[in-house]
């Protein structure tokens, strides 16, 4: 059963980002049917509702039914929403339904991300968005960066894509596989994920604290052992609260049309 702290870390990171300016940007309106694919705890999902209006219908599609409980109920107020359970990769959608395909932080976490991306084709009309939202680089934009800690954090992101298939550089990568998909207009919209000048808000320390310990047991043994792990966790969460330090993250919005 998944942790009801990474779910409630999900559904905040979708209530305080940017998505309503990146869904915006990349074309989103009023009466679109929209697919929300690893739409999680739903909050994007009840995010987008609202900006399609009644006369539009919004899927939210994932492959956790703990998620899908949870954005039952946040979108219950919604009757042109509906869930469906499914893989990304295989959605077992109807082949063109939807005007606008949205996916926000899924890609970096499937290994078979481009047949994910070619599936998301499929479900989408010709003439409909294929929207992906990823970030790149996340958790690297520091300065001051202490070497060792920056060293680390190479390692960790190394052992990630090593050990889970999570890409931290997905969101760069997408602009070129979506021309080799032959999607068209493709464009991509650069936004701040976050930006923290100063000592990061307890959110952000929460945010961080809560990745650490999901990743510990995967992690930890490619990194020196639990001790070293931990040890290295604690000096990048004294680097999140440090007030003389910048962090920041940027955002990737790669939109493209389906021909």
Request: proline share 5%; net charge negative; aromatic share 8%.
């Amino acid at each position: 059963m998944e942790s009801s702290d990474e779910i409630r870390r999900l559904l905040v990171q979708e209530r305080t980002g940017n998505a309503r300016e990146a869904l915006l940007l990349a074309g989103l309106k009023e009466g679109d049917r929209v697919l929300d694919a690893g739409c999680g705890p739903g909050g994007i999902t009840e995010l987008i509702a609202g900006l399609v209006g009644p006369s539009g219908q919004v899927t939210g599609m994932d492959m956790s039914e703990e998620r899908l409980g949870r954005a039952r109920q946040v979108n219950q107020h919604h009757p042109h929403v509906r869930f469906h359970s499914g893989d990304v990769r295989r959605t077992g959608l109807p082949d063109q339904a939807f005007d606008y395909t949205w996916c926000q932080f899924v890609l970096q976490y499937v290994p078979e991300r481009w047949d994910a991306l070619a599936e998301l084709v499929r479900v989408t009309r010709p003439g409909g968005k294929v929207v992906i939202s990823e970030f790149d680089g996340f958790g690297l934009g520091n300065w001051p960066f202490p070497d060792a800690l920056r060293s680390w954090c190479q390692r960790f992101t190394d052992a990630l894509l090593h050990t889970t298939g999570l890409d931290v550089h997905v969101g760069r990568k997408v602009f070129n596989a979506m021309r080799q998909q032959g999607l068209t207009q493709v464009r991509v919209h650069v936004l701040p994920q976050f930006v923290i000048a100063g000592a990061a808000d307890a959110i952000h320390q929460k945010d961080w604290e809560t990745r650490f310990s999901a990743m510990e047991s995967v992690v930890a043994p490619l990194l020196g052992g639990l001790e070293d792990y931990r040890a290295m966790s604690r000096e990048y969460l004294q680097l999140l609260a440090d007030p003389d330090a910048l962090k920041y993250s940027i955002l990737l919005v790669t939109e493209g049309t389906r021909p």
